[in-house]
């Protein structure tokens, strides 16, 4: 079969709307015979009767009828193609491959989640969950467009902007001696057995819970990647665990949680990206972290 142009298809349809060749080559300001010639060749070209010409009004086939409506859409669609691309090359459309830790989904995704579909609501954003270190090297490959990830990485690599600040706070199985309100002091771990963060693909929690540990006498156990894994062992009562405060959204069974006294090192969380990146989309969402509402 030959490929339609969209010439036969304009013909088809304006045929079956008009339901008369004469009033059809009207309204497309061209004469009757070239326009049947058209139709009948659109039908050898698809195998089947379009039009019952037996009538004295032109009538669609049942066949005709199924072809009018991909006809419509396939009308639509071209005419709409043209006002797309130009949408997709300014970034007001297409696709932003975001990849994003487990903790980031607490307080941080989701608010900015709202805000780009606020602001680019024709913008697919496609996510996956994943470690810092695996965010960095699908950058790299370009199975992602956008990285919420924790340091450390390459500055010389990636563009980045800080989106996201809190603290560390104690999570206390509920019956434990320090489930008690109130701030606690970092020295009054010394003694206790900690669940702690795998210093590979967790290596920036496992990095920092360790810095502040450092003078403070304890057990560590179960080393772990995911905040809420830990917080089901606290439940458990398996240890306790310095956690971001936003694992507080999470209001898990079991757990107690206390703020820090004397730990200022705040758990951090980037936006990452590669500066060559062609995805006009993308800048486009990076943009719209400038307008960022606060967290409430």
């Known amino acids: 079969m030959s490929m339609l142009s969209l010439e036969q298809v304009r013909g088809f349809v304006t045929v079956a709307e008009e339901g008369n060749f004469r009033r059809a080559a009207e309204r497309l300001r061209m004469t009757q015979p070239p326009l049947s010639r058209q139709i009948q060749k659109l039908e050898r070209d698809i195998g089947v009767e379009l039009f019952d010409r037996t009538q004295r009004q032109v009538q669609l086939t049942p066949a005709g009828e199924v072809f009018l409506t991909e006809a419509r859409r396939l009308l639509a669609l071209a005419g709409a193609a043209p006002g797309t691309a130009r949408l997709v090359a300014a970034g007001g459309a297409g696709t932003v491959r975001i990849g994003f830790t487990a903790a980031s989904g ?13 602001g680019l609501d024709q913008v697919e954003i496609v996510l996956r969950e994943m470690v810092s270190s695996d ?35 104690l999570a206390v199985p509920e019956q434990h001696k320090l489930a008690g309100n109130g701030p606690i002091a970092i020295e009054e771990l010394g003694g206790e057995t900690l669940l702690v963060y795998a210093p590979g693909p967790a290596r920036y929690f496992a990095d920092l819970v360790s810095g502040i540990l450092a003078a403070v006498p304890y057990t560590a156990t179960h080393e772990l990647t995911q905040v809420h894994t830990m917080l089901a062992l606290v439940a458990a009562g398996r240890g306790l665990a310095l956690v971001p405060e936003t694992s507080t959204h999470l209001h898990p069974d079991g757990v107690r949680f206390r703020p820090l006294i004397g730990v200022e090192d705040p758990v951090v969380l980037h936006a990452i990206w590669r500066g060559d990146c062609a995805n006009p989309a993308l800048h486009r969402v990076i943009e719209l972290l400038d307008s960022l509402p606060p967290a409430p």
């Open 135 to 169: 965010q960095f090297e699908n950058l790299r490959s370009g199975s992602l467009d956008l990285a919420l990830a924790r340091p450390p990485f390459d500055r010389t690599e990636f563009d980045s902007r800080l989106v996201h600040s809190e603290g560390l706070i």
């Open 106 to 118: 607490f307080g941080f995704l989701g608010r900015f989640l709202n805000h780009i579909e606020a």
